[in-house]
């Protein structure tokens, strides 16, 4: 009986009205027919009988449109349920729109991949990219299968590849107007080959040309030893000296490029584990001391105990290493590196800070581009290979953490590294 009446509520109100104008149709006939038959008027009985059929007729056909409507909602649903296992299904993003341009579906990649996503809402909303608009706009106008990419900035650097085809759902028949046309997006996350690509460039232009210069003076120095120094021992021994540093230079380098890809491959997956900041400090800072000591410079670290990020503990302690190290080779001149840790209620901050030189400001914007140097001789002599800041920068994305620098031409240069705090607060024991 509810079911009944839940059917009864959605049947549209001119239906119901015919609905109930033949049922006080078929009750007036009856009515009509019994009087007459006890009035002694048995031949217009054919004609009533006509008519309660007729009555019987208009009451059965709107209960039988109400069933075919019914059973053609039930059909689409299924339809759509089915698509949506479909769509689910996919390892890639996948997005539906309909012809308006507003979201109707997604899986859960998606939305990973799009967090703006929302059903109703324009695709727009959730991707900012004129081409992937003019991509839909070209699917609807010429109901041809689009193609583009697009980039994302921020969170993190990533790259798709975007391919929009016209569906139909419905059986709608083949001169049906476009309006019915609705649009399936698949979106390829092709960062890691961009990234690849950009790298094979990079290598290419930089790391060459880095690699050949100690290339070229291992080379000469085998020469000399084989040639005219051949039999000076004071002078073998400078230049294998000089050699073992080249050796070493390359070493650092093709160390450094192998991190840098690593930590780019996986920079979108974020750590889980939580990590005790304040000992990762001291044990970079202890591993730095004789390097201090050598270059005539304190370490000082300051700051709160226990302090919990969520992180991966040797990625930081390659991030600390970079900039404690940095701060002790170019700011020597001040003769002090201070390392002082924060512990805020929503975020922990480090701040490296030396008191040398300082650094221009038109340098600052570039300074975590690969095989950027302020001062190249500087940074060659000093052993330095153009990639620890780039390094740095790439594993702090992956952390969801930020590089503030600041600095100013005889007062130094302060590197701030800020941190979220892990969500629920912090557990004991890490």
Known sequence: ?????????????????????????????????????????????????????????????????????????????????????????????????????????????????????????????????????????????????????????????????????????????????????????????????????????????????????????????IETIEGPAKNDPAAQARFLAIMREQARRMSRLIDDLLSLSRIELKEHVHPTEDVRLDSVLSEVVDTLTPLALECRTKIVLEGANRVLVTGDRDELIRVFENLIENAVKYGQSGGRVDVALVDGERAASVTVRDYGPGIAPEHLPRLTERFYRVDVAESRQKGGTGLGLALVKHILNRHKARLLVRSELGAGASFEVVFPKPQGGESPGA
């Open 1 to 221: 009986m509810v079911a009944a009446t839940q059917q009864e509520t959605q049947v549209p109100p001119a239906r119901r009205w015919r609905g109930n104008a033949a049922v006080g149709a078929l009750a007036a006939t009856l009515l009509i027919t019994g009087v007459l038959a006890l009035s002694g008027a048995p031949f217009l009985l054919p004609a009533l009988v006509g008519a309660i059929v007729i009555a019987v007729a208009a009451l059965a056909r709107p209960r039988a449109q109400r069933q075919m409507a019914a059973e053609m909602t039930l059909s689409q649903e299924n339809v759509r349920a089915g698509i949506q296992a479909i769509v689910s299904g996919f390892a890639d993003p996948v997005v539906v729109l309909d012809a308006q341009g507003n979201v109707t579906m997604f899986n859960a990649q998606a939305k990973a991949a799009l967090p703006q996503l929302g059903i109703g809402r324009p695709l727009s909303f959730a991707v900012r990219s004129p081409e992937v608009v003019s991509a839909v706009e070209r699917v609807l106008r010429e109901g041809a299968v689009a193609e583009t990419e697009f980039h994302e900035k921020v969170p993190v650097e990533r790259s798709f590849e975007v391919r929009a085809t016209p569906v139909r759902f419905d059986a709608a028949p083949a001169g049906a107007t476009s309006s019915a046309i609705e649009i399936v997006m698949l979106f390829r996350d092709v960062t890691a080959a961009r990234r690849l690509e950009r790298m094979r460039v990079d290598f290419v232009a930089n790391a060459s040309h880095e690699l050949r210069t100690p290339l070229a003076s291992l080379y000469g120095f």
